[in-house]
């Protein structure tokens, strides 16, 4: 009876995997460590260094421990990077998705939660965005989790699975405890730029573009704490346990921040007035994302711990700041 995590020496994995030992689960990471850190996976988690989408590798370490459901958390995660390397993203997100639910549907493994996006909706005609708008992402990153959610829902159908797939909005902050956060090797998240910059790890911060149709000008998005978004992955692993139908659900509080909102509210946080430069559009960005989250709350019962911007601020600023004494920090 293992969750098998995979990603879980990233972010939200190793996030998720805390979550489940807290709730008294066993856990086994999966992860290529290609932008995870070892040191990340929780201590309780068994960890197998491998790649996500190895079939052969997935069947072992299935039998080996006793998996009975798999949180898929591995992925290359980075928009602008997606649109200029689709390739790589269609077979890290895609195909090596495809690969692991083989292995699942192969060894009989009857509840699959997945790492979907937000990206899925694209440019959405309206805010806040429901589960049923269309999917027509303008990323490839969007793209390629789309695929995998139709993919999940045909085998779903054909097999004895079910499967929620999670669609993160902006995910934000660190374990309020202080024994996770957020150390991707090349970090682009807007929280993670502003805390390094506030904690002297980055010289600045740039605002990609400031001529959005939005109050400011600068993007909005719905930031989400890593902790409450790992708490729905329990909840959800419940809701399948307990015979749920398979389903999509957006994760976000419905409600949104500008770039410049984000960018206040690290400052005042931190006490630092970082310098702040105006820079071009990002490839790939939407003008507004904001999650229409009812469902989430209504068949999963969860409900948000820390739906407070200056804490998920404080959290991922004491994050930063730990990272320091951990001598980690990567090259900004
Ligand atoms: N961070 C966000 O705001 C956000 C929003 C929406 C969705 N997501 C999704 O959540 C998931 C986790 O994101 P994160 O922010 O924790 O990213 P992350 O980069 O911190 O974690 C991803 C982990 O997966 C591992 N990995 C990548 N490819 C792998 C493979 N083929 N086999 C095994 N391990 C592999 C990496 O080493 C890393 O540890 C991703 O699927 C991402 O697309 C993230
Ligand atoms: O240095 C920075 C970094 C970001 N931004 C802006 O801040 C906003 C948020 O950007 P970022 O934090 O990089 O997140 P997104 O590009 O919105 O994407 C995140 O959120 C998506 C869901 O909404 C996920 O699918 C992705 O994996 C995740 O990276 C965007 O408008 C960016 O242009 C800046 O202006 N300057």
């Known amino acids: 009876m293992t969750v098998l995590v995979t990603g879980g020496a990233g972010y939200i994995g190793s996030h998720a995997a805390l979550a489940l030992l807290d709730a008294g689960r066993k856990v086994v990471v999966l992860d290529n460590l290609s932008q995870g850190h070892r040191w990340a996976v929780p201590a309780g988690a068994a960890f197998v260094e491998g790649d996500c989408g190895d079939y052969e590798l ?57 790492s979907s996006t937000a990206g899925v909706y694209g440019e959405p005609a ?26 999940l829902a045909d085998a779903s159908v054909a097999h004895d699975m079910n499967y929620v797939a999670l669609r993160y ?29 506030a904690t002297g790890v980055r010289s600045h911060l ?16 719905d930031y989400i704490h890593v902790s409450d978004l790992a708490n729905a992955h329990v909840l959800a692993l419940e809701y399948l346990e307990n015979g749920g139908e398979s389903d999509v659900m957006n994760c976000g509080y419905g409600r949104g921040f500008s770039v410049k909102e984000v960018i206040s509210a690290v400052k005042e946080v931190s006490g630092v007035d970082f310098p702040v430069k105006l820079a071009e559009r990002r490839p790939g960005d939407p003008a507004a994302l904001i999650a229409g989250a009812d469902r989430v709350r209504e068949k999963l019962g969860w409900v948000p711990k820390h739906d407070d911007l200056e804490m998920i601020v404080r959290h991922a600023l004491d994050w930063e700041e730990s990272l320091k004494t951990r001598q980690v920090v990567d090259a900004a």
């Open 169 to 197: 909005f902006n995910v934000a902050g660190a374990d309020p405890e202080g024994r996770a956060g957020q150390t991707s090797r090349k970090a682009t998240h807007l929280i993670k730029i502003a805390s390094q910059a």
């Open 206 to 221: 740039e605002i990609y573009g400031e001529d959005y149709e939005t109050p400011d000008g600068t993007c909005i998005r």
């Open 58 to 114: 997935v069947r072992k370490l299935v039998a080996d421990h006793d998996v009975t459901a798999i949180m898929h958390f591995a992925g290359s995660i980075i928009v602008p990077e997606s649109v200029v390397y689709p390739l790589d993203y269609y077979y890290n997100n895609t195909v090596n998705s495809r690969a692991l639910a083989q292995a699942a549907v192969d060894a009989g493994i009857r509840h699959f939660i997945f």
């Open 126 to 151: 309206k805010t806040p965005i429901l589960e049923d708008f269309p999917s027509k992402p303008i990323s490839p990153y969007g793209t390629s989790k789309m695929m995998t959610e139709k993919m």
